[in-house]
């Protein structure tokens, strides 16, 4: 008996915040179809009632599924990967697309769709993050942690209805360009949705990521750091295109010493880039350092302490994260934390 070995259908997450235009860039993709394949096509809508699905083309060689409530990044992993697994074994796709919903973390689902049980049956293409051009002007919209969290996980970013950009529009994409220079490898424009498949159709570049408890900690109680934290607090190291990047995220309830903050981020060295936000002793403030300019200023109130440092060097980053919770206006609670 002859052995057939399984297909390993090439796979895209075309993410991007509410209203993007994700949905409009892939019915673009869907017409490039060889008539000779079967494309395939999971979507997640947040609420119970899909409307996504009935915009998708439901002809011959397409085969279209609709995951409802919750999110496929960040809920229980079980529905998504039963409806994953029989959308491919159901369907025997030769491409595969994947839309989360606009309120996802797409860098969760792509680390989920590349543990060892799915490499076997998936082959996954770059990271695409949609971004809505006409709206980047917009401060509170592009200020949200979710908006930032997916531009960060994104390797290709394509801008959406650029006919409608204004010139501020375009100013604040010439910085959008250059914050996440370190993070996204490719930046499309396109009218109307219309991409080509070759444009997208790039190998993801693996991320490596670790989450492990506060490094004091872990040198004070000698443990292993353990897979998975999510729990606050917690650091992180990412290496990603030459770069690494030091995260710490706090909780929301300490409180820092500003003008000590201030002191300990403008002494740094050989970085590329910082960026944080912090609940301090003059109210919340955000941090955005390159090398050229230092700004800072008055912020809303987020949903914790965080902060990002991005370099191309090694650093200690005990010594760093020792002199950070040094600024903590509470020290004496620090010690039962």
């Given amino acids: 008996m002859k052995f057939i070995a399984p297909k390993i259908v090439p796979t895209h997450i075309i993410s991007g915040f509410l209203g993007a235009g ?129 531009l960060k996980s994104a390797q290709i970013v394509v801008l959406s209805h650029i006919d409608c950009m204004t010139i501020a529009d375009h100013q604040a994409y010439a910085a959008l360009k250059q914050e996440y220079d370190t993070y996204v490898q490719h930046w499309i424009e396109v009218e109307c949705g219309k991409i080509e498949l070759s444009q997208i159709d790039i190998v993801q570049q693996p991320v490596q990521r670790k ?48 003008f000590e903050l201030l002191d300990l981020l403008c002494t740094q060295q050989n970085w590329v880039r910082i960026k944080g936000i912090f609940n301090t002793d003059q109210g919340w403030k955000s941090f955005n350092f390159n090398p050229q300019q230092f700004n800072y200023k008055s912020a809303e109130e987020s949903i914790d302490n965080r902060i990002e440092i991005i370099c191309q060097s090694e650093q200690d980053w005990l010594v760093f994260e020792t002199q950070l919770l040094n600024c903590r206006l509470d020290l004496t609670d620090a010690q039962n934390d």
């Fill in 22 to 150: 994700k949905t409009t860039l892939l019915q673009h993709l869907l017409t490039q179809k060889p008539e000779n394949e079967v494309w395939a096509v999971l979507m997640n809508e947040f609420g119970q009632i899909g409307v996504d699905q009935q915009l998708i083309t439901q002809q011959q060689g397409y085969a279209v599924k609709e995951l409802l409530g919750g999110c496929l990044c960040c809920s229980s992993q079980l529905p998504m990967q039963i409806a994953l697994a029989r959308l491919l074994s159901e369907s025997k796709p030769d491409r595969l697309f994947i839309e989360p919903t606009g309120l996802g973390h797409p860098a969760q689902l792509l680390e989920q769709l590349t543990e060892p049980h799915w490499q076997s049956s998936l082959a996954m293409r770059a990271l695409v993050i949609v971004v809505d051009g006409s709206r980047l002007h917009d401060e509170d919209w592009v200020k949200q942690n979710l908006y930032t969290d997916q």
């Fill in 211 to 258: 989450i492990q408890p506060l490094l004091k900690l872990q040198q004070t109680q000698a443990i292993e750091p353990p897979l998975e934290i999510k729990q606050l607090p917690y650091h992180y190291l990412e290496t990603a295109q030459g770069y690494t990047v030091a995260g710490w995220k706090l909780p929301k309830r300490w409180q820092f010493k500003f």
